[in-house]
């Protein structure tokens, strides 16, 4: 009897059980997603929200889009209060900062084998921390030299060569500086791509800032020379941020200006004239370019994590890659998938595909830490200061350098 | 005498008791009756004041858990920040500048619109549009006028006046925030002075007349002393409220170029929701709080001096 009580009562347990797994797996699960964009975007983005749905029927995802600033000062109140959405987009730049709200997904890749070598390499290893990843990323791209080729063709210059140096870039920057137009607009992200470009460090061996040393100073100074000196290049105002070298090229008012494969097709719709793409100019070595990107990660405090991970893949998988690339969304951190955006949203752009892949094969890992925001508003808040003249580039420097920490 | 003396002593008592009556039965119906402010400004003012004052001695980062810390933040604040001197610097010239032509400006607008023999509604109404309109909008649109080769810059070079680009340039960029700031500002003082100068009896003015007063003298000995205390109102409001300025900077400059525009509300959201340091912004935010407080305590103790009530 003793037996036979403890057998009815293993049945039962085992059914309910079965009974359970059955049902969590079919149970409909509602995840949010946490995503910057416009307006314009909210299309774009349940587009991709109903791919999960179509693979997986029980899991249905509502994407949750701020702009791109409210976004970063959201996230932190958001997770610091609970509040935060099962599945959060990142960035690379910003990852040091929020690593500690989001999933490690190396154990989830190790469940299903999951291999991250379908993603461009340098893009992974921005979406980590500490060799762990924590997101998989949609879209990825080093900073280019976006230039107008009307107006090279109409100073008779040829146009940028895959590995021209800095020498080349000055001369254009100063032959296209004519009827009160400028060859090249700054902003602030250029002191950080640029000197990196040219071979300089910003970073001690301990990862900590180091800003004034000689070879970022020189070669922060060579990029400020463009603009206070040979005055190639407006003053670009603290507020304003990258608006104005974009507006500026867009208009015509500036013959080139620094940004990324993320604003290249609507750079490339502002334009009235044929826009082509460079890498950034190199320093006396090889070159070398920062890359960076943006992706989505699983929520730490997340209720339902499996389903949230399950969506990420979607989210990041070869159609949405193929949805985001060929609406020139974004260059897809998918290496499978960027002939869309080659063939299909930057077909009318020169250069894309050798510029972008000779990018790639000459990437160099972006160093980041804690303070990573704290510079680029250092950087945006001081710069003008040295390109208006009113300080040195070293003065600038030291100022920046005794705020980091 | 005696009696009356009696009487009103009785009645007195008959007051003070029927009070203290009133005080036991409905003093708890006017509690329940208070209650629902009471829950708000207790939820939502005390407690995250309190908050405030505990997280400044603590190294939060919005993410993770704080750290008490102590005074670290305050000395690193007074001692260490290259920043916080120019910033506080900057908050008090943004204040006493702003202050001063505000009050100016809205007392002359006001005095000019209760001249006027018609039209005195449309021009207030005309004043006070911007105040009713968002700040952000404001400064944005501003700050597309003023931005390098903008329209500001345009009108400059047509009428072939060579100055540099204001918002690049370091005394320039704090004196375009200056002028957004009264554009928005000015109106709400221009109606609060025009509506006291209105309520200055007719008779005073009228009398004064009479005896040979000049309009100066009728302005700086009659309507200026009786709109005084509207004026010190205005004036302590304006005080605070560029103490704490924050939209216009925010969009215009992002306290840059270098420190020229970083003030004290600018500084408390960059340290605390762009660099991540509740707890040091937390730190800021007390100290300006008590610069608000030492200035108005200022300003009402000078106020003596200037500010005349009927009483």
Request: glycine share 8%.
């Amino acid at each position: 009897m003793k037996l036979s009580l403890i057998l009815a009562t293993a049945a039962l347990v085992g059914t309910s059980a079965f009974a359970i797994q059955v049902q969590a797996q079919d149970a409909p699960v509602e995840l949010k997603w946490q995503m910057w964009g416009d307006q314009q975007d909210q299309a774009l983005w349940q587009s991709l929200a109903d791919l999960v749905t179509v693979e997986y029927p029980n899991i249905k995802v509502t994407p949750q889009i701020s702009g791109w600033t409210d976004y970063w000062t959201r996230l932190p109140v958001l997770a610091s209060s609970g509040e935060i959405a099962d599945i959060v987009a990142m960035q690379s730049m910003r990852m040091p900062s929020f690593y500690s709200i989001l999933e490690p997904l190396d154990s989830y890749f190790a469940s299903d084998s999951f291999d991250t070598k379908v993603f461009e390499s340098s893009i992974i290893s921005g979406l980590s921390h500490d060799g762990t990843v924590y997101g998989l990323p949609y879209d990825v791209g080093p900073w280019l030299v976006f230039y107008n080729r009307d107006k090279f063709k109409a100073a008779g210059l040829a146009e940028p060569a895959l590995d021209w140096t800095f020498a080349d870039f000055k001369a254009a920057a100063e032959k296209l500086t004519v009827d009160g137009n400028y060859g090249y607009a700054t902003q602030a992200f250029d002191y950080i791509s640029g000197p990196v470009a040219l071979g300089a460090e910003y970073f001690n061996d301990g990862n900590q800032f180091d800003v004034t040393n000689a070879g970022y100073a020189d070669a922060v100074g060579k990029y400020v020379d463009l603009t206070a000196v040979d005055k190639t290049s407006p003053v670009f105002a603290s507020g304003a941020g990258a608006v104005q070298a974009s507006g500026r090229f867009a208009s015509g008012n500036a013959a080139m200006y620094i940004d990324g494969p993320w604003s290249m097709i609507s750079a490339a719709q502002g334009a009235d004239f044929e826009m082509g793409i460079a890498p950034l100019p190199r320093g006396d070595g090889e070159s070398r370019f920062i890359t960076a990107g943006s992706g989505f990660g699983v929520a730490a405090a997340g209720k339902h994590k499996e389903e949230a991970y399950k969506a990420l893949k979607v989210l990041t998988g070869p159609k949405a890659a193929e949805i985001l690339a060929s609406a020139g969304r974004a260059l897809p951190g998918r290496l499978a998938e960027q002939h869309f955006w080659y063939d299909v949203a930057a077909k009318d752009v020169k250069g894309t595909r050798e510029t972008l892949e000779y990018s790639f094969a000459h990437s160099t890992p972006f160093r980041l830490n804690e303070n990573w925001n704290e510079f680029e508003n250092l950087i945006t808040q001081y710069m003008p200061l040295a390109l208006n003249g009113d300080k040195t580039t070293a003065e600038v420097l030291s100022d920046i350098q005794s705020q980091l920490p | 005498m005696a009696v009356v003396e009696r009487t009103v002593g009785t009645k007195n008592t008959v007051t003070k008791r029927r009070k203290s009556r009133l005080g036991a039965g409905e003093g708890r119906t006017a509690f329940f009756f208070l209650l629902p402010s009471l829950i708000g400004v207790t939820l939502f003012l005390v407690v995250p004041i309190i908050a405030s004052v505990v997280l400044s001695f603590t190294n939060w980062k919005l993410l993770g858990q704080p750290q008490f810390v102590g005074f670290a933040n305050y000395i690193r604040l007074f001692t260490a920040d290259p920043q916080f001197w120019p910033v506080v610097r900057n908050t008090l010239f943004f204040t006493f500048e702003y202050l001063v032509l505000n009050i100016v400006i809205s007392l002359g607008l006001a005095v000019w619109i209760s001249s006027l023999k018609r039209g005195q509604r449309w021009f207030r109404v005309i004043f006070f549009l911007p105040t009713f309109t968002p700040g952000i909008a404001v400064a944005i649109v501003w700050m597309l006028i003023f931005a390098p080769d903008g329209f500001f810059d345009f009108i400059m070079r047509s009428l072939a006046i060579h100055i540099p680009s204001v918002l690049t340039d370091q005394n320039l960029a704090m004196q375009a925030v200056i002028v957004v700031s009264l554009w928005a500002g000015v109106g709400y003082n221009t109606v609060l002075f025009n509506a006291a100068l209105d309520m200055v009896p007719a008779n005073y003015l009228e009398a004064a007349r009479i005896d040979g007063a000049s309009a100066w003298d009728r302005f700086w000995k009659i309507r200026l002393p009786l709109i005084s205390p509207t004026l010190f109102f205005g004036t302590v409001m304006t005080a605070i409220t560029s103490l704490q300025v924050f939209d216009q900077i925010y969009v215009m400059t992002r306290g840059g170029p270098g420190t020229a525009t970083a003030t004290l509300g600018y500084s408390i959201f960059q340290k605390g929701f762009q660099n991540f340091q509740m707890g040091y912004a937390s730190a800021i935010a007390w100290v300006m709080f008590a610069m608000i407080m030492v200035l108005t305590a200022f300003q009402f103790w000078l106020q003596r001096k200037w500010v005349h009530y009927d009483n």
